[in-house]
């Protein structure tokens, strides 16, 4: 079988590998929806080009400002064999004619298999980024009703909520368990190096579909993963697929879509490892529930720093009252999409991203400088005189004028 692909593809030198959706960064942008935590399978493989796993196949996207272009890998295992010889060379001219008419077949049978195909690749990526979902109206309406989001959502826009898989989404999360990004990447990556599906390699790097719930449920998952470095977290990762196997079936997960926010999260509360804001990361990023509001010491730090959030008799630690107390407050102030909401100042929040946020400023501080820098040099070249005359100055030199500004961007680790 023979590789269509063995680089990770580039718009500007594989153009005719790409397929456009017409999006507007102001409805979705790829380096903060993709690197702020929701999904850990993505990673940027050339500057603006984000390569990952999706529904059982690898994809790189990247964007220009009102389009999403995607790029999808397929082994070549379709191939359509022309062994047609020019004149008779030996055959006949029935058989040659009955030849010509089966390539030709099999030719308009494979565009048509084409052409199904990206139609069904776009379906895919439409629903995984929720692109039927207005973001520019959520925006103004949450800006409407909170100052402080309208601040934040002028630099951080098109932050969206992805609509993961299910057991995908469930099984990343009890990873995040005391810890960070960067290793969560790396611990969902190994997960499926050691128990998903090869599904292509670029570039020296292999790509792993997500493991069944079947695959992660097997006996001998927890010391597998155990030496791969997962810590406790190995026990529950297979009790909870065990669980959900015994107790509920294949398509439990994908089912409770279908159910209230509070039943769908006490459900994923009951499996081991699943805490009240894993169940909460899980509704929200893959069951449809809009209105979910994860709070971790992260947003409840937010909640205190941002909106003066004062919880009675303020606990030590985030207990079930207060995240419940915490969500209402939000789902109040933001209304059903308070999930998404949230997203935003979370991303907004992150060490990785204060650059962006610190540009505006900076931006306004060298302009005002610059102005200042030119009023001051142009009263320079004037010296009036007794006889109230004026007349020019030579204007000093770049080294000679004092009251230079000196701006330093903050480190961004």
């Given at each position: 079988?023979?590789?269509?692909?063995?680089?990770?593809?580039?718009?500007?030198?594989?153009?005719?590998?790409?397929?456009?959706?017409?999006?507007?960064?102001?409805?979705?942008?790829?380096?903060?929806?993709?690197?702020?935590?929701?999904?850990?399978?993505?990673?940027?493989?050339?500057?603006?080009?984000?390569?990952?796993?999706?529904?059982?196949?690898?994809?790189?996207?990247?964007?220009?400002?009102?389009?999403?272009?995607?790029?999808?890998?397929?082994?070549?295992?379709?191939?359509?064999?022309?062994?047609?010889?020019?004149?008779?060379?030996?055959?006949?001219?029935?058989?040659?004619?009955?030849?010509?008419?089966?390539?030709?077949?099999?030719?308009?049978?494979?565009?048509?298999?084409?052409?199904?195909?990206?139609?069904?690749?776009?379906?895919?990526?439409?629903?995984?980024?929720?692109?039927?979902?207005?973001?520019?109206?959520?925006?103004?309406?949450?800006?409407?009703?909170?100052?402080?989001?309208?601040?934040?959502?002028?630099?951080?826009?098109?932050?969206?909520?992805?609509?993961?898989?299910?057991?995908?989404?469930?099984?990343?999360?009890?990873?995040?368990?005391?810890?960070?990004?960067?290793?969560?990447?790396?611990?969902?990556?190994?997960?499926?190096?050691?128990?998903?599906?090869?599904?292509?390699?670029?570039?020296?790097?292999?790509?792993?579909?997500?493991?069944?719930?079947?695959?992660?449920?097997?006996?001998?998952?927890?010391?597998?993963?155990?030496e791969l470095g997962f810590g406790y977290r190995a026990r529950f990762l297979q009790q909870s697929a065990k669980q959900i196997l015994d107790n509920h079936g294949h398509k439990w997960l994908e089912g409770l879509r279908s159910v209230p926010y509070v039943e769908a999260r006490d459900a994923l509360r009951a499996l081991p490892g699943v805490g009240t804001k894993v169940a909460d990361c899980v509704c929200l990023m893959s069951l449809d529930k809009a209105d979910a509001v994860p709070i971790d010491t992260h947003v409840w730090q937010i909640a205190k720093r941002d909106y003066k959030y004062a919880a009675a008799n303020e606990p030590k630690s985030i207990t079930e009252k207060l995240h419940k107390d915490i969500g209402d407050f939000f789902r109040n102030l933001w209304g059903p999409y308070a999930g998404w909401a949230q997203s935003v100042l979370f991303c907004a929040d992150l060490k990785k991203f204060q650059k962006l946020k610190e540009t505006p400023h900076l931006k306004r501080a060298k302009e005002e400088s610059d102005n200042e820098s030119t009023l001051t040099g142009k009263r320079a070249n004037i010296k009036t005189v007794k006889n109230g005359t004026v007349k020019n100055r030579k204007p000093k030199s770049a080294c000679q004028q004092k009251g230079t500004v000196s701006l330093k961007e903050e480190q961004v680790v």
């Open positions: 079988m023979r590789k269509v692909m063995a680089t990770h593809a580039v718009l500007s030198s594989t153009a005719n590998a790409w397929r456009a959706l017409s999006c507007e960064k102001s409805e979705l942008r790829l380096d903060l929806t993709l690197a702020c935590g929701q999904s850990f399978r993505w990673r940027e493989t050339a500057v603006g080009h984000w390569t990952g796993v999706m529904g059982g196949k690898v994809w790189t996207v990247t964007q220009t400002e009102d389009t999403l272009w995607y790029c999808v890998y397929k082994p070549n295992d379709r191939q359509v064999h022309r062994d047609v010889k020019a004149g008779n060379g030996g055959v006949s001219l029935n058989e040659k004619n009955e030849s010509q008419v089966k390539c030709k077949a099999a030719a308009k049978e494979e565009v048509a298999t084409a052409n199904l195909q990206h139609d069904e690749d776009e379906a895919m990526l439409r629903d995984y980024f929720q692109l039927s979902v207005n973001l520019r109206r959520l925006y103004r309406k949450w800006g409407a009703a909170d100052p402080h989001f309208q601040k934040i959502a002028d630099i951080f826009t098109g932050v969206r909520m992805l609509r993961q898989d299910p057991t995908e989404c469930l099984f990343s999360f009890i990873c995040t368990s005391n810890n960070h990004i960067s290793r969560i990447q790396g611990m969902v990556e190994r997960l499926c190096e050691a128990r998903g599906d090869l599904l292509y390699q670029l570039d020296q790097t292999s790509y792993y579909d997500f493991p069944s719930l079947s695959a992660l449920a097997d006996d001998t998952v927890e010391a597998c993963l155990r």
